[in-house]
């Protein structure tokens, strides 16, 4: 079923799924700062001991801030993610740049304290293209917990051995720290 792939993304063909995502979702509470374990490859995100930094702008709008270590550099860039629909907190939009369109920043799962799972996908006429993180509040997660949410994810037919690990390495990410 896999079409095409550039740049590590898959384009699938058919159109994107629509997952159940967390029920009652309360972005106050996912405010702060999460590591990231596995993703799937996209192009905006090539480095390692990425972050994601969550911080509240105003009712239903959230600052991101995106951090990762690249060849040595610390690269970071900040956004925006706004609750499409009120009635649906758990699914928001993104935008890290001026002019372009939103993404899908869905989360399909969390815990709040130690994991979250999120999903993003686009339609592109007779495909689509799917984004996913795990992330969790520490740079470590349990394996049980990754195979858990890994579930969630082959259930809406995404290929999880398409996702890659985070190094997250105290020593390797040290930068990240200071």
């Known amino acids: 079923m896999v079409v095409l792939v550039t740049s590590a993304q898959v384009l699938k063909s058919g159109k994107c799924p629509t997952p159940d995502v967390q029920a009652n979702f309360d972005a106050s509470k996912y405010l702060e700062k999460w590591y990231e374990i596995k993703k799937l490859p996209n192009p905006f995100q090539e480095g390692e001991c990425s972050t994601a930094f969550y911080s509240l702008k105003s009712p239903g709008v959230i600052e991101v801030l995106n951090s990762e270590l690249l060849d040595g550099t610390i690269n970071f860039v900040v956004g925006t993610a706004t609750v499409k629909d009120s009635s649906d907190p758990a699914k928001l939009e993104v935008t890290f740049f001026q002019g372009t369109p939103p993404g899908p920043y869905w989360v399909l799962s969390t815990d709040y304290e130690a994991h979250s799972l999120v999903y993003g996908c686009t339609d592109y006429v007779l495909f689509h293209l799917e984004y996913s993180w795990i992330l969790s509040r520490k740079p470590t997660l349990p394996q ?17 051995n398409k996702m890659v690990p985070t190094i997250q390495d105290e020593v390797y990410c040290s930068a990240m720290h200071q």
């Not at 949410?149 to 995404?158: D, M, P, Q, R, T």
Request: a negative charge.
């Open 144 to 160: 049980e917990t990754v195979e858990k949410l890994e579930g969630i994810l082959s259930s809406i037919g995404v290929d999880v």
